[in-house]
Structures are given as structure tokens and as C-alpha cells.
């Protein structure tokens, strides 16, 4: 098998601020696998996440540490799986291998990814959240209009303390009503601290809160115990389970897990997370990182194993390049066929 690995830069429509960082671009990387004879493509897609200790370029070294020890010699999914298992890998490039092969298999076997991975075929049209990020207060209202949100049914809203209840007033005045992910991204270290945020924004009109996502960091277990009871709505978590978590104790703190595939890095261990989300009694959510439509279009493969899905990484794009999921009123259609770049 013939491995290659490229970075592309994407710049963004606006500047995507959350409670830790903000950026006007992202830097993905695309990996391309081809048997050496030649025939069927497989693409996937890696989105490096500084919260996990990943860069573009440590990806790309340890891309080159791979073929150096046999990537280009595995002859199946399983082997790949083994492969990976006996190397340190950031999640984000574990995905990008694994989906890239996934999506050659298919081709070459001219099956469907989803019957690759034994699932049921996706739905059609799958509606998805779309991110409203942290901004002045007095903006809102025209971003709002601007980026025409209305169209969707859910909203994800990210917050920090500072401004988390300006911000939510001001999406309630435009969008009374509308259904809500509060989204902290481990702002609050303090589970009273947060409660008192939760009390102060329940009298706001028209707030309808659909769940509060990973408000405090992933290491305050304590506070999720604590807080898990006493939360008006149900939490999920993000940045506590990624590639493996002890789900007994998820499902202490949390109501639900928030999967993303490029942090449990492929597709087979995305399955097998949210099956533990399942068996453990809690809700299941599909997200994403800022991702091409390359990366969405996988995640969509497998979005009949969801309750929830926030797969609006792709709209965050400026000139998004491969076209390979349509939005329309709040709802994803993915092309038929297995990617193929060119």
C-alpha cells in the first residue's frame, strides 16, 4: 500500500474563539492510501487539537515514523488496527489512517462505509447544531443575522465566565425559544461556581437549554459527582472521554458522551465508545473539530448511532475545497460515493 500524507490550510469565515483559544485558520492534514498496483483511493482526514498535545507537525513526524515501521505493509483493517495499537499515535492521525483505508476498502469492494463497519446505512438528511463562538455581547444580534442561524434547529452557544450570560441573553432575544448547547469547554473549576451561572440564566426569556457540554475540566471528577444531581439540564461530556475512559465513572458524573472520531481516533473505536455510552444508560451526540467536508463526510457514515449530531465543523470554512456535504436548512446530505480527492 502506497501511504502519502499532505497539510492543507484552511482559512475561516470568522474568528472561531472558545473558552481556551481562538484562530482564523486551522492547518488539517489530508492522507492519501492506493494499492501499489493501482485502482480504488482512500482519503481521511486529520484535525490536530492543541488540547490533546497535537500539531500539524508532530502529525507529520509521526506519519514518517510509521512508514519507517511497516505502515505500507499492512494488508487489512485488522492489521491496521494492530499496527496502530503498537505505536504512539495522535488520535487525530490514528483516524485519518484508519478512515483513509476504511474508505479504499469500500472502494475497492464497492461497498458502502457503512457496510464496511457493519452499520446501518446513514439517513438521508441528518440534522446538525450549528456553533455560535465566544464574541462581544453586542455583536450577536448581527452575527445572528449574518450567518442566518435561524435555519437551524439547534444551536451550540460557547461561553466562559466572563461573558457566558451576555452571550446567551443575546442569542434568547434573537432566537427565543430556539433549542440550545451550552458548550464551556472546561471554563468553570468550580461545580458551585457553575450552578450559580445555571441559576443566574434560567429567568431568560426564551432560553430552552437542550443539554450543557463539559463545563468543567475534565480532571474535576469530584465536581461532575457533585454536579451530575443538582444540573437543571443534562451534561455531556467532551474532554473527559477520547480515545478510552472508564465508563462506570462517566456515567457518575455525565448523561451523555459527546464522541468525536478524531479523538477516539477511527472509526472502530468511535463504535465502541458509543456503544459504552449506550450500555452505561446514557445519550449518545456526534461532534467534530473544524473539519473539510472530508472528515464530516466520515463522521456522517456512521450518524445512525446517534441522538445528537454537531457536525458543523465544514461551515466554519472559508471556501470550503471538496463539496462533499451540502447544508440546507439545518440539515447535512452527503454525497453517495467514497470520497475521492483527485
Known amino acids: 500500500m502506497l501511504w502519502t500524507i499532505e497539510t492543507r490550510e484552511l482559512p475561516l469565515r470568522y474568528t ?3 473558552s481556551r483559544n481562538a484562530s482564523t485558520a486551522k492547518t488539517n492534514l489530508l492522507v492519501r492510501v492506493q494499492h501499489e498496483a493501482g485502482g480504488a483511493v482512500g482519503w481521511g482526514e486529520a484535525a490536530p487539537n492543541v488540547r490533546y498535545g497535537e500539531s500539524p507537525e508532530g502529525l507529520q513526524m509521526e506519519f514518517k515514523q510509521l512508514l519507517a515501521g511497516g505502515l505500507d505493509q499492512v494488508k487489512s483493517l485488522d492489521e491496521l488496527t494492530e499496527f496502530l495499537g503498537h505505536h504512539s499515535v495522535a488520535h487525530a492521525l490514528s483516524f485519518a489512517l484508519e478512515s483513509a483505508y476504511v474508505h479504499w476498502q469500500a472502494a475497492h469492494t464497492g461497498q458502502s462505509v457503512a457496510a464496511v463497519l457493519g452499520l446501518p446505512e446513514p439517513a438521508a438528511a441528518v440534522p446538525t ?15 445572528i443575522r449574518e450567518q442566518n442561524m435561524g435555519r437551524f434547529s439547534l444551536l451550540k452557544i460557547k461561553v466562559d465566565q466572563a461573558s457566558g450570560y451576555e452571550l446567551l441573553r443575546e442569542v434568547t432575544r434573537a432566537l427565543p425559544g430556539r433549542q440550545l448547547i ?9 461545580a458551585d461556581a457553575l450552578l450559580r451561572f445555571l441559576e443566574k440564566i434560567a429567568p431568560l426569556p426564551g432560553l430552552v437549554v437542550r443539554l450543557l457540554e463539559q463545563p468543567l475540566p475534565a480532571a474535576c471528577t469530584d465536581h461532575y459527582r457533585y454536579l451530575r444531581p443538582r444540573s437543571p439540564y443534562p451534561v455531556f461530556a467532551d474532554e473527559s472521554v477520547t480515545n478510552d475512559a ?3 465513572d462517566i456515567a457518575r458524573q455525565f448523561h451523555g458522551v459527546n464522541m468525536k472520531l478524531m479523538k477516539a481516533g477511527g472509526y472502530r473505536n468511535g463504535l465502541r465508545l458509543l456503544d459504552q455510552t449506550r450500555a452505561h444508560g446514557l445519550d449518545t451526540m456526534i461532534g467534530c473539530m473544524v473539519e473539510t467536508t472530508l472528515g464530516i463526510w466520515g463522521a456522517m457514515q456512521i450518524s445512525s448511532q446517534a441522538q445528537v449530531c454537531d457536525l458543523d465543523g465544514f461551515i466554519i470554512i472559508r471556501d470550503e475545497p471538496f463539496g462533499l456535504v451540502q447544508e440546507k436548512e439545518g440539515l447535512l446530505r452527503a454525497q453517495i460515493a467514497v470520497p475521492n480527492l483527485g
Do not use: Q
Not at 447544531?129 to 452575527?143: K, N, S, Y
Not at 451550552?182 to 468550580?190: F, K, R, S, V
Open 246 to 248: 472508564d465508563f462506570t
Open 16 to 18: 472561531w474563539k472558545i
Open 129 to 143: 447544531a450549528l456553533t455560535l463562538p465566544i464574541m462581544p455581547p453586542d455583536e450577536v444580534a448581527a452575527f
Open 182 to 190: 451550552i458548550d464551556g469547554n472546561e471554563a468553570w473549576t468550580d
